[in-house]
Nanobody
């Protein structure tokens, strides 16, 4: 019943920007915190960012101010604006309702 769909990934050069979107259905979107996490080959899942139901935001320290998470509850949508991208940001990015339900992911590749 719960569904999350990520989109917006792609190939970008170092220093470039991408905006990822996460659209949810099957639950009351406005009541729930939404998380972003990422996976790279050979690594476990790394938590990246979250936005609480009241709009408070959280980021992993290594992002160093380059990413911004936001939500639009009228659209059941959370955005992750990613600026100054680095090759080490290359990963499949996933969103989740809390930490319980996850989408299929969207690939971000940062390469010259």
């Amino acid at each position: 019943e719960v569904q999350l769909v990520e989109s917006g990934g792609g190939l970008v050069q170092p220093g470039g920007s991408l905006t990822l979107s996460c659209v949810g259905s099957g639950f009351t979107f406005s009541d729930q915190p939404i998380n972003w996490a990422r996976r790279t080959p050979g690594k476990g899942l790394e938590w990246v960012s979250a936005i609480d139901n009241d709009g408070k935001t959280y980021y992993v320290d290594s992002i160093d101010g380059r990413f911004t998470i936001s939500r639009d509850n009228a659209k059941n949508m959370v955005l992750l604006q990613m600026n100054s991208l680095k090759p080490e940001d290359t990963a499949v990015y996933y969103c989740s309702v809390g930490l319980q339900f996850w989408g299929q992911g969207t690939q971000v590749t940062v390469s010259s």
